[in-house]
């Protein structure tokens, strides 16, 4: 039987997708090179990864701001392709993630797609990209008996895939039912083991040594926190959130602040300087 994964006209495997290679009995079966070239585009369609995002790639994240090549976004950057690297090792895939924190217009969510989809192409890894105001309307729809949608069909997904983006945690104002949907998705992937890469504007609470994620595996921060240039504790993810959920992702997830201003303004600038 051919398989929409596999090229059908493929001398290998005639399109099922799958090749029998010897092991010394009747043979086990691998997965056709033809099939690893398709599946990659097929998860990277299914990753419900945004437009807007579609085309991010470390490639094209910008590092520089006006002359010079900003340091922080450079190394930002370098940590996120890090992350790829080291995504499987001997020990198997690792269950730590990431949490990009910065400004809005930083380059966060640039960030993450790319990490995402750097991983769908070089390990077809099964990724899904989570815009939660959307996520969080679509649920909320989900009470109405008419609606196409179950809550499961909408939740089952975002738990169960092997590498999750979340991507503006807790932009939303933190009422009970928020809350109780944030805890369901984090601790869910918290007691599966499963990655997520977080982005949010807002910080971590102050340490003075940041505790190594879980499994022992020690990072360096490209930036150090800079509580100093904040204006309220509003600003601080544990405002934001029950102190057992920041404490989650604390473990599970390493810190990258981007402190960079807003490039924005100057993209838009740009573009009104090439039409007129």
Request: proline fraction near 7%.
């Amino acid at each position: 039987m051919t398989s929409p994964l596999a090229d059908p006209d493929c001398p290998r495997c005639s399109g099922t997708g799958w090749v029998r290679v010897a092991d010394g009995a009747a043979g086990a079966a691998v997965a056709c090179e033809c099939r690893k070239t398709r599946l990659g585009p097929a998860l990277l369609a299914s990753a419900g990864v945004p437009p807007r995002y579609a085309r991010c790639t470390f490639e094209n994240f910008e590092t520089r701001r006006g002359r010079e090549v900003h340091q922080v976004l450079a190394q930002a950057r370098a940590a996120c392709e890090q992350y790829v690297d080291n995504y499987f090792s001997l020990e198997g895939r690792t269950d730590n993630g990431l949490i990009l924190i910065g400004r809005p217009g930083v380059g966060k969510t640039h960030l993450a797609v790319a990490t995402l989809k750097q991983l769908v192409e070089k390990y077809q890894v099964r990724g899904r990209f989570l815009d939660f105001s959307s996520f969080l309307m679509r649920l909320q729809a989900t009470f109405d008996p008419s609606s196409p949608e179950s809550k499961h069909q909408l939740l089952d997904p975002v738990l169960d895939a092997e590498l999750l983006v979340f991507d503006e945690l807790a932009a939303q104002k933190p009422t009970p039912f928020v809350q109780d949907l944030l805890y369901l998705i984090i601790n869910g992937r918290y007691s599966g083991r499963k990655p997520t890469i977080f982005t949010t504007n807002f910080l971590l609470k102050e340490e003075k040594s940041a505790p190594a994620p879980r499994g022992g595996e020690e990072f360096t921060t490209p930036h150090a926190f800079d509580l100093s240039r904040r204006e309220s504790r509003h600003d601080l993810l544990s405002e934001r959130l029950p102190v057992a959920l920041v404490s989650r992702i604390r473990e599970i997830a390493r810190p990258i602040e981007i402190a960079a201003e807003d490039f924005r303004p100057q993209v838009r600038q740009r573009r009104l300087e090439s039409i007129s």
